[in-house]
């Protein structure tokens, strides 16, 4: 699909998707990639699914996405190591930009207590419409950035089997979508109203100001930690030409 509506200031643009190729080639590396990025999707417990389809949407443009990916690499002579360095292309510049927003602004959101602007991370936008009669494809500036990149770029570490490497950054990567969740459950307001159970929207957190703020900055600090065990990581398993990625301050 194509980037939707640009979300809400002050969040900065998210890049376009690239769509899937005309045809896919069929590998064991590339069968492994999608199975991994299923069994990691299987993990997710950041925010509410919102309305209708949009988990199996949102399933579809993962693969789809992922096809993007790897169908130019495997037909390279060298398909393990291309196609690692085109998921890293395609994938880290997205990774940073949230990185470098989650220690910027997001950081002083939270600092100066302003909430609506901290919930615009959550709020679920249409991103892409598939068709006509299917249901437009929605997610928040956290998937986009963060969740559905990251489980991309760990397809990349896959090989015959599920390295340690996928296991150890799905663990992270885990790790980091709880902590967000943590952080969306302290907002005052439901990013999403009409979601949750019988679309009642989800229980919100019963904080006076101080506690609210603490928090969600626990959350915050959560959040960077997980980030940064997957950026270790990663970067340990990186070819040696390949840039390592900065860690969150």
């Not at 590396?29 to 209708?52: D, E, K, N, S």
């Not at 997980?226 to 040696?240: F, H, K, M, T």
């Amino acid at each position: 699909g194509v980037g939707g509506p640009t979300p809400p200031s002050p969040l900065p643009r998210t890049p376009p998707r690239a769509g899937p190729p005309s045809r896919l080639r069929t590998t064991m590396r590339t069968l492994c990639a999608l199975v991994v990025l299923g069994a990691v999707g299987a993990l997710r417990v950041g925010p509410p699914a919102g309305v209708g389809g949009r988990r199996a949407a949102l399933a579809r443009a993962s693969a789809a996405a992922v096809a993007g990916v790897l169908a130019p690499a495997v037909a390279s002579a060298d398909g393990s190591r291309a196609q690692q360095r085109t998921i890293y292309d395609r994938m880290t510049p997205r990774i940073q930009s949230g990185a470098d927003w989650y220690t910027t602004d997001l950081k002083k959101f939270i600092e100066k207590e302003d909430w609506a602007s901290v919930g615009a991370a959550f709020t679920n936008v249409v991103t892409a419409v598939e068709s006509r009669k299917a249901e437009p494809i929605k997610s928040s500036y956290l998937e986009r950035q963060f969740y559905d990149p990251m489980k991309i770029w760990c397809t990349s570490f896959a090989d015959k089997s599920i390295t340690p490497t996928i296991k150890a950054l799905t663990k992270h990567e885990a790790d980091f979508e709880k902590a967000m969740a943590a952080l969306e459950e302290v907002l005052p307001e439901d990013p999403n109203p009409g979601g949750g159970f019988f679309g009642f929207g989800k229980k919100r957190a019963n904080l006076d100001a101080k506690s609210r703020k603490k928090a969600a900055m626990e959350a915050y600090a959560a959040g960077r930690a997980a980030y940064n065990e997957y950026i270790e990581v990663a970067n340990r398993a990186l070819p040696r030409n390949v840039p390592s990625m900065p860690l969150m301050p």
